[in-house]
DNA sequence: GTAAGGCTTGACGCGGGCGTCAGGGCAAGG
DNA sequence: CCTTGCCCTGACGCCCGCGTCAAGCCTTAC
């Protein structure tokens, strides 16, 4: 199988395998003319790497996986170091939507504060000798 | 007060402000000799831009608060266009957090799955006649 | 013969928010 | 006069995973 093929088959681009080859991840023989050359275990091998990306695995956390796969062994992440890989990913990911959903929350706070304050005017404008409409107002709680 | 000034007391670099200048976000007089010159009001519109950039927010989202303060308004989400920004982060915040809980999920199970494969091929090892060990398995579960 | 479609390497672009270096000016103090 | 310390502009680097163009070779079909 060429380049093209395999690309096609792991519904990729023949970009990424050769970036991936340049990474020494995803390495392909040659046949006479130059062309690469794969076979149905490099499939494999290209799909896991795209589910991890899919993941949001960087590159070289998905080496663990793949050196695995070549090892022999029947899934990727049946080593220790692809274990390693998905607990520092699991940690990672916590931390990152705890920091997220803090953030969610003031932003929540603030724009719950904004529109207060913005009915607060609103109500003041449209009570006689209040405060006049300070900008254009068009887009007020709707 | 000048550029290295106002940089610190924003706790940041002369750098970003410069850069926020070329964006055409803090533009800054200058004065005989060519220095940038700010004043306490282009203070309150850099911590503003500094807050939401710490909450994720890109440099262009920013533009609405700023505009909003330089229109004198008391808050920079003090107008439509900021809330606007607001509520959108809020979206794009709520559907990240969801893929990347999703995301925790899988990997969860992922590394479960593994883990109890590791269990099996140990208590198969620990059993006569059982399979014999496929790799180094010295970082099994501790 | 030639056109097509696949393959090769090499190299630049991108997005975002700056860091960092190069090369030079301005003002004050010893 | 010289140093120090601020300021200026311009430009390249970085991170990451590729997209995209350039220029050219191999093979097959017509």
Known sequence: MRIGELAARAGTTTRTLRYYESRGLLPARRNGNGYRTYDESDLRLLRQIRTLQDF???LEETRP???CLRAGHPEGDSCPASLQVYRRKLDELDTL???LGAVR???GRQLARAEAARAALAAD???PGGPEPECELGGGPR
Do not use: S, W
């Open 125 to 127: 404008a449209a009570v």
């Open 65 to 67: 996986f793949v050196e």
């Open 97 to 99: 939507i705890a920091e």
């Open 56 to 58: 949001g695995f960087g």
């Open 105 to 107: 929350e003031q932003v």
